[in-house]
């Protein structure tokens, strides 16, 4: 603050100085016109230099980053970045508008939807300043189009994509357009008015391009097995497959295209129950996906196919074809292909009584899901980088729009005193908007990191529950009651799937967490059926499927009432588990009537005094950082009703907008 406010002082005594200074050597009227009149007419012949060759580097920094967007996005948004400052600098609305098409495109690659939305936007409204419609104008009609459609806003997506369509005569662009047009109806659930629009260009002979041929064939069979013509649907899917074969070079593009129609005509096949015509679609499928080395695509549909098998009641034939799969995703050493086949097996397995495979292969798909978060992060860090780099463009627009003032100190000296006032104001405020900037990015990566930490958090309860579980399988087979310890298996197989689907989630259904802990319950009683009973209850008011709690948050105190509580009471206790609603509260009771937290203190050894409960430690720290991140009121309390008469915790879940569903 001294530094600033004695750098103000310095620039006072300037302006101060220069002023009087100007008022001694003041020039007569005459003279000073003439020189003015002068400085005018260089400084216009200069200017109008200068915004010619600017649009010329504009034009060049434009191609650069249109041929980078897809194979270097980082690079090519640098171009725009640049090409958008001076777009702002000249005041050239046309270019800036062309910047804003980029970004959109850029934006498309990495399915950012609401940036490329907002940047087609604003494009959008630049060319709406134009006296002439510019040619990029439909571009930015179709990229709206393509955003509203991927975000689910279809009237809007329909209406721009219609407003492209009268807008363009390129047949190749028209076909595009028809072809989202289709789109759109298709996911509405109009399938006869998708067939509409592809009515004009189904015709081989008005498409010489094999690609877009494809692209309509592909549209068709899609809509044509929604309404129930298979016949027609295969047919058109097979004549898609052969075109392919026959094609010297397949893009990516056009094997997703093919992707998409063959798991929609799957899935009404398979809603349908014609299971054999569904198998013999992906067997097709396979076939063709071998020859094109597309083995991803060979291993999802194998699993597929295993599902299918079971859904026909043909178990060993399904286990055959899904462990296929599992060997090949093993093979391609692919995470996310390995999780798939290995949750799909895990699941048959349990189903067919398997309990010992079941667990294994539950055991592997907790390894590949961690495996493949941790791809999943690395793709996220590099899509933060590119969001970080547009938001500089947005800081740059502010910027620049603000600099473009300065030129106008270059423009007389009769008004220096105040344009040094000026200078002053806007150098005061360009430190408050990066003092802002800072603290802004400071907070975004403080609430990143705490993001990050509860992920960490949340997956360490997994381990720490499965360990705890899997002592108790411990103990029944140290008593050597084989029959118990395997019907526990059996019931713990089942939990621990439960677990591991929620495991990735932030918040899950109340539902979904009743439904853990039931089981949870369960299998503690059957352990400890002499030591205590139990009841749990629900408010009939509550909305258990609508409501959002964070998973394995209640567990570890139910655990610690049974384990540290009721186990050690002589006589047979009673746990209570109770769900009401309490104003904007869900408040979840846990009562027993154990020992109580002194006695259990005491009779703990000096290495279990030592020790933190994991669990309820974990808790702490995830309950803090969602207090910070959600701005919310979680908070957990601990009664000991009487001495040695149990313990009663109290977790109090607010009832927000996103906890209930909303």
């Not at 200074?21 to 000073?32: I, S």
């Not at 200017?47 to 270097?72: D, G, M, T, V």
């Not at 398997?354 to 292969?361: G, K, S």
């Not at 509260?585 to 050894?605: C, P, W």
Request: hydrophobic residues 35%.
């Amino acid at each position: 603050m001294r530094a600033h406010r004695f750098f103000m002082l310095c620039l006072l005594g300037i302006l101060l100085w220069e002023t009087g200074h100007a008022q001694k050597n003041e020039k007569p009227k005459a003279a000073e016109k003439t020189d003015e009149i002068k400085e005018t007419d260089s400084k216009k012949s200069y200017k109008s230099f200068k915004i010619s060759s600017s649009r010329q580097s504009i034009a060049a920094l434009l191609k650069e980053a249109n041929a980078l967007k897809e194979k270097s996005p980082t690079d090519a948004l640098t171009k725009v970045q640049e090409a958008l400052g001076l777009s702002l600098a000249q005041g050239d609305g046309l270019n800036e508008g062309r910047c804003y098409i980029l970004l959109g495109e850029i934006n498309e690659g990495i399915q950012e939807w609401k940036l490329a939305l907002e940047n087609y936007g604003r494009a959008y409204e630049k060319f709406s300043y134009q006296k002439a419609v510019p040619a990029e104008y439909p571009r930015v009609l179709q990229g709206m189009g393509n955003a509203n459609l991927k975000l689910g806003l279809y009237p809007d997506a329909l209406k721009y994509f219609q407003e492209a369509l009268a807008q363009t005569t390129n047949t190749y662009q028209r076909t595009a357009l028809q072809l989202n047009i289709s789109e759109v109806y298709y996911q509405m659930g109009q399938y006869d008015k998708a067939l509409t629009p592809l009515k004009d260009i189904n015709t081989p002979k008005k498409i010489a391009d094999a690609s877009t041929s494809n692209q309509i064939q592909n549209q068709e069979a899609k809509i044509y097995a929604q309404l129930n013509q298979f016949d027609k649907s295969k047919e058109l899917y097979d004549n898609s497959v052969n075109t392919l074969r026959q094609s010297k070079s397949v893009t990516p593009k056009e094997n997703e295209s093919l992707t998409e129609t063959k798991d929609e005509i799957a899935g009404v096949l398979r809603s349908q129950n014609r299971y054999d015509e569904e198998i013999d679609l992906r067997n097709k499928s396979i076939v063709y996906n071998l020859e094109s080395k597309n083995l991803d695509e060979v291993t999802k549909d194998k699993v597929e196919i295993g599902k299918t098998l079971d859904a026909k009641g043909q178990p060993r034939a399904a286990l055959r074809e899904i462990q296929e799969a599992a060997n090949m995703a093993d093979t391609l050493n692919n995470p996310r292909q390995q999780v798939y086949a290995y949750q799909t097996l895990a699941t048959l397995y349990e189903k067919n009584g398997m309990n010992m495979e079941a667990l294994d292969a539950y055991h592997k798909f907790s390894f590949y899901v961690n495996k493949a978060d941790t791809l999943s992060n690395l793709q996220l860090a590099k899509r933060a980088d590119l969001i970080r780099i547009q938001k500089d463009i947005e800081e740059l627009t502010k910027n620049v729009s603000i600099g473009k003032q300065q030129e106008s100190l270059e423009q007389a000296t009769v008004f220096r005193q105040q344009l040094i006032i000026y200078g002053l104001s806007f150098l005061l405020l360009v430190i408050g908007a990066a003092s802002v900037f800072s603290y802004k990015k400071a907070q975004a990566s403080k609430v990143a990191n705490q993001l990050l930490a509860l992920k960490s958090l949340r997956s360490q309860m997994n381990p720490h529950f499965i360990f705890n579980a899997l002592n108790s399988v411990n103990h029944f087979i140290a008593q050597q009651d084989e029959r118990a310890a395997n019907k526990f298996l059996s019931e713990f197989s089942q939990l621990m799937r439960l677990v591991l689907e929620n495991s990735q989630e932030d918040f899950i259904p109340l539902q979904q967490e009743l439904d853990i802990l039931s089981l949870y319950v369960k299998l503690e009683h059957y352990r400890f059926r002499d030591k205590f009973d139990y009841t749990i209850t629900v408010d009939e008011n509550l909305n258990t499927d609508a409501i959002q709690v964070p998973p394995m948050l209640i567990q570890p105190y139910i655990e610690n009432a049974v384990w540290h509580g009721l186990r050690y009471k002589h006589e047979k206790g009673h746990l209570l588990l109770t769900f009401r609603k309490e104003e904007n509260m869900l408040v979840v009771e846990i009562t027993d009537d154990g020992i109580g937290r002194k006695q259990s203190a005491e009779l703990k050894t000096t290495h279990q005094k030592k020790h933190q409960s994991m669990g309820l430690k974990n808790i702490r720290e995830r309950l803090d950082i969602l207090n910070n991140v959600y701005r919310t009121h979680y908070r957990i309390t601990l009664n000991d009703p009487a001495e040695g008469t149990g313990t009663e915790v109290r977790i109090y879940v607010p009832l927000t907008p996103a906890t209930q569903g909303v």
